[in-house]
């Protein structure tokens, strides 16, 4: 059981907007930052989002994220095949003195 | 440019002690980051272990903090993982990472390959 929820799966045609959800508490996404990574197959995680709606540089601005209370989402727009992969949300969690992070949602390409 | 390399046994008997190191390159880690390890269970999502600064602070997960040591070698450069009294639950693919300049940040920026340890009975 993670202390970030998301849901487990989310699907979407070629050029279609995508959002991927990520629920917590105060004790993490509310009063700290949202930070999200994208695992390609059989592929290390790489940072995608960081400080809630942050890009590093070289990830397309198609990937965005958003914070409201202790919830945050990504969105992916203009879908493409290419961005089938895991989606992790991730936060500091301040009763934990720890880092959290949500289960993971699998990212289907149709 | 960073890089980040695992290395260590990849089958440890029940019971023991996992051991793995991270090499750094490109970078030293005695500047200014943290440095910290995750894993993943085969099929299933990302656990943090801890992390370590090099002022010596760690930071661990609750759940595996009896069990786990983290520490660094300035000199070479690397900084390793200790998980003692393993079980086949500790089966993972292990990645360390560099944390970020803040703990309290989750900016996991630089990201070994990983790591695949299997606990064997």
């Known amino acids: 059981q993670s202390v970030l929820t998301q849901p487990p799966s989310a699907s979407g045609t070629p050029g279609q907007r995508v959002t991927i959800s990520c629920s917590g508490s105060?004790?993490?996404?509310?009063?700290?930052?949202v930070y999200w990574y994208q695992q390609l197959p059989g592929m290390a995680p790489k940072l995608l989002i960081y400080?809630?709606?942050q890009r590093p540089s070289g990830v397309p601005d198609r990937f965005s994220s958003s914070k409201s209370g202790a919830s945050a989402s990504l969105a992916i727009s203009g879908l493409r095949s290419e961005d089938e992969a895991d989606y992790y949300c991730?936060?500091?969690?301040?009763?934990?003195?720890?880092?959290?992070f949500g289960g993971g949602t699998q990212l289907t390409v149709l | 440019q960073v890089q980040l390399q695992e290395s260590g046994p990849g089958l440890v008997k029940a019971s023991e002690t996992l051991s793995l190191t991270c090499a750094v390159s490109?970078?030293?880690?005695?500047?200014?980051?943290?440095w910290g390890w995750i894993r993943q269970p085969p099929g299933k999502g990302l656990e943090w272990i801890g992390t370590?600064?090099?002022?010596?602070?760690?930071f661990y997960n609750p759940s595996l903090k009896s069990r786990v040591t983290i520490s660094m070698d300035t000199s070479k450069n690397q900084f390793s993982l200790s998980l003692s009294s393993v079980t086949a639950a500790d089966t993972a693919v292990y990645y360390c990472?560099?944390?970020?300049?803040?703990?309290?940040?989750?900016?996991?920026?630089?990201w070994g390959q990983g790591i695949l340890v299997t606990v064997s009975s």
């Open positions: 400080s809630n709606n």
């Open positions: 370590i600064y090099h002022s010596g602070s760690t």
């Open positions: 490109g970078y030293p880690i005695s500047r200014g980051y943290y």
């Open positions: 105060s004790s993490n996404i509310e009063n700290n930052y």
């Open positions: 990472v560099r944390h970020g300049t803040v703990v309290t940040t989750v900016r996991f920026d630089c």
């Open positions: 991730a936060a500091w969690d301040d009763s934990l003195s720890g880092v959290v």
